[in-house]
């Protein structure tokens, strides 16, 4: 199972909203509502974000939202704050009743 | 308060075993799917097992899969991890993850991860 495709890096300025892009097949992000995101700061273990596409676990901030269209899943951050600068992972439930990470992505608040 | 501990990880020589434990509190554990993630030194995330709650299905990454069996026992809330037959690869930091009430659709805690070396 291939990880799915997210870029290498984004950025943004403080107020700003960023979009980070997940792409996979039909077999994984196209085939079932089951993504979710993860934030991880250096050092720590990674945080839930977004589980089952657009939904938020009690105690994220709303700025946070995610998405899906097609084979192609987002995480949207509006109002950027020094605090979200981390990396980014999203993940989907595959056809082989397995689950599979993107590569990550580096957001840096500028 | 949710709390995830993970203990067991250290040297390995290629070919080695290592058994990683999660001690977990805060929570009903034999109500809820437990994961392991692993991440390689600067690389990314890498699913690498689930089991449900009462431990009766599993489910493995491609890449452990014959190698390494997950387990639990609910009477100790402590989630493992058997890891034979080890290769340089393997060589993490692996984390032991609470899912959701669904399910594992998404990892809603995670312990602070243990390092695993597979070196000679």
């Known amino acids: 199972q291939s990880a799915l495709t997210q870029p290498a890096s984004v950025s943004g300025s403080p107020g700003q909203s960023i979009t980070i892009s997940c792409t996979g097949t039909?077999?994984?992000?196209?085939?079932?509502?089951?993504v979710s995101w993860y934030q991880q700061h250096p050092g720590k273990a990674p945080k839930l974000m977004i589980y089952d596409v657009s939904n938020r676990p009690s105690g994220v901030s709303n700025r946070f939202s995610g998405s899906k269209s097609g084979n192609t899943a987002s995480l949207t951050i509006s109002g950027l704050q020094a605090e979200d600068e981390a990396d980014y992972y999203c993940r989907s439930y595959t056809s082989s009743s397995t689950w599979v990470f993107g590569g990550g992505t580096k957001l840096t608040v500028l | 308060e949710v709390q995830l501990l993970e203990s067991g990880g250290g040297l390995a020589q290629p070919g080695g075993s290592l058994r990683l434990s999660c001690a977990a509190s805060?929570?009903?554990?034999?109500?809820?799917?437990m994961s392991w993630v692993r991440q390689a030194p600067g690389k990314g995330l890498e699913w690498v097992s689930d089991?449900?709650?009462?431990?009766?299905?599993?489910y493995y990454a491609d890449s452990v899969k014959g190698r390494f069996t997950i387990s639990r026992d609910n009477s100790k809330n402590t989630l493992y991890l058997q890891m034979n037959s080890l290769r340089a690869e393997d060589t993490a930091v692996f984390y032991c993850?609470?899912?959701?009430?669904?399910?594992?659709?998404?990892?809603?805690?995670w312990g602070q991860g243990t390092l695993v070396t597979v070196s000679s």
């Open positions: 805060g929570f009903t554990f034999s109500s809820y799917a």
């Open positions: 089991i449900v709650d009462s431990g009766g299905s599993t």
């Open positions: 039909s077999s994984d992000v196209g085939g079932y509502n089951y």
């Open positions: 993850g609470k899912c959701g009430s669904a399910g594992c659709q998404g990892i809603e805690y």
